[in-house]
């Protein structure tokens, strides 16, 4: 050891989870609202969860694009000008499952807060001249992610992955978006947009049972029964020949692999997320080590289970240079041959559940990070509990479990692969190691 040599101290112990205190009420229409108090700082976060389903996937994207255009009474701007008033502000998105509204204010503005939302849910306009903007602007934006490598990646994975169900496809095309208008978006407004089986999270400096108070008295008036469509079960991965998508000329093949997951509530998911973990879920991981640290083919692997309604699924990816396509997915499968074969050493397992249970700490230590878990978490019917029994279980898996899990979920021969790259260079090499069918891109 050099003079310069500083030897780094022991991992401190894990602090106790705390769960902060909350509050939960089911309203007359149907929606679920919960409030947790978090007095960080003199804000509130605001999380809306309406499922819904795999409608028309251009209709359902423009919807959420364009929700808070305009109501009845207020236009967009006037909308964003009554937010700032109280220091707040809204969003939309959509998911493969589900339409969210989020937004964070000050707390004393969330009765404020809380009756725009409620314009907006029960009287949104979709003007015209904002659908076309905001129609234009989605068909530019999906059409500089079809020039992409990543979104070209995923969305042949997705393909690979899900085959005949609503999961396959999850980015509309242009022409699709082109093609809605602004009457289609009132009717899915009227048909989706409801209290039904929705879940409101408020998070922040609040009294939990006066914020439930607040949004019983806001959104009384927004009715109508669920008309979502409920998904079919994902199907289960089928292995077969690795699927590479042709892009003549590329410089970099893009590497996907999927495994077999389980949901957040099965009994094997918290040694699912350590045995991840030392696969490739962190920067400190095999897989990591093994292609960028020791052979330098990637920058950043990375690998995850990804938790949806219909089914749970390890996706795993890198970028590597077209030359080291081959061997980086040589050295891929032999990581995952290892998981699946051989237990992780004790010291190994110790780092990755510190790792775990340091992340659940810091994804709660915001207002905005407690409020984005506890609505995932309301999604899939769970509360923040779970969240206290998850880290009791990462604290007690063992090197058996994790070997258990490895064999159960990592064995090579259970993943589907695609790669997306030059066929004229890769393919002879990709051969070599497995069978390979090929398509365009």
Do not use: C
């Not at 404020?112 to 076309?132: F, G, H």
């Not at 048909?191 to 806001?218: F, M, S």
């Not at 995952?336 to 992340?359: F, I, M, N």
């Amino acid at each position: 050891m050099t003079a310069n040599t500083r030897v780094l101290p022991p991992l401190g112990p894990t602090r106790r989870l705390k769960l902060p205190k909350q509050a939960e009420r089911r309203l007359p229409n149907g929606l679920t609202v919960l409030a947790v108090r978090r007095p960080a700082v003199p804000l509130v976060e605001l999380r809306l969860w309406m499922p819904f389903g795999r409608t028309h996937l251009a209709r359902g994207a423009m919807l959420a694009e364009t929700v808070l255009a305009g109501t009845g009474t207020l236009t967009a701007t006037q909308i964003a000008a009554e937010l700032q008033k109280v220091g707040g502000g809204l969003s939309a998105g959509a998911d493969p499952d589900r339409l969210m509204l989020s937004g964070a204010g000050l707390v004393t503005g969330l009765d404020r807060m809380l009756e725009i939302l409620a314009d907006v849910l029960t009287d949104a306009s979709y003007p015209a001249d904002w659908v076309q903007t905001e129609r234009d602007r989605l068909v530019d934006r999906i059409q500089v992610a079809q020039s992409q490598p990543a979104h070209l990646a995923r969305t042949a994975l997705l393909r690979r992955i899900y085959g005949r169900h609503p999961y396959a496809v999850q980015t509309p095309e242009p022409e699709q978006v082109r093609a809605v208008r602004p009457a289609a978006l009132r009717r899915l407004h009227a048909e989706r947009v409801h209290p039904a089986e929705a879940v409101l999270v408020l998070v922040g400096d609040v009294q939990p049972e006066r914020a439930l108070d607040a949004a019983e008295k806001a959104l009384a008036g927004w009715t109508g029964d669920s008309r979502g469509v409920d998904l079919p079960p994902a199907p289960p991965l089928e292995p077969g020949p690795l699927l590479l998508v042709d892009r003549p000329g590329a410089v970099q093949s893009s590497l996907r692999i999927a495994l077999p997951a389980v949901p957040r509530t099965h009994p094997d998911h918290a040694a699912l997320q350590l045995a991840n973990l030392i696969f490739g879920g962190y920067f400190s991981s095999r897989w990591t080590e093994n292609i960028r640290e020791d052979k330098g083919y990637t920058y950043g692997p990375h690998s995850s289970v990804e938790h949806s309604v219909a089914g749970s699924v390890l996706v795993a990816g890198a970028e590597v240079a077209t030359e080291v396509t081959a061997p980086a997915l040589l050295e891929t499968t032999y990581e995952l041959g290892r998981l699946a074969s051989v237990p992780p050493g004790a010291d190994e397992l110790a780092q990755a559940r510190q790792y775990a249970l340091g992340t659940l700490q810091l994804g709660i230590s915001t207002q905005a990070g407690l409020a984005a878990l506890t609505s995932a978490y309301a999604g899939n019917g769970l509360r923040l509990d779970f969240l206290a029994e998850h880290a009791a279980r990462l604290a007690k898996t063992t090197v058996d479990d994790i070997a258990e899990v490895g064999a159960r979920y990592f064995a090579p021969a259970r993943a589907v692969v695609v790669v997306l790259g030059d066929a004229e260079r890769v393919a002879g090499p990709l051969a070599a190691l497995t069978p390979v069918r090929t398509e365009s891109a």
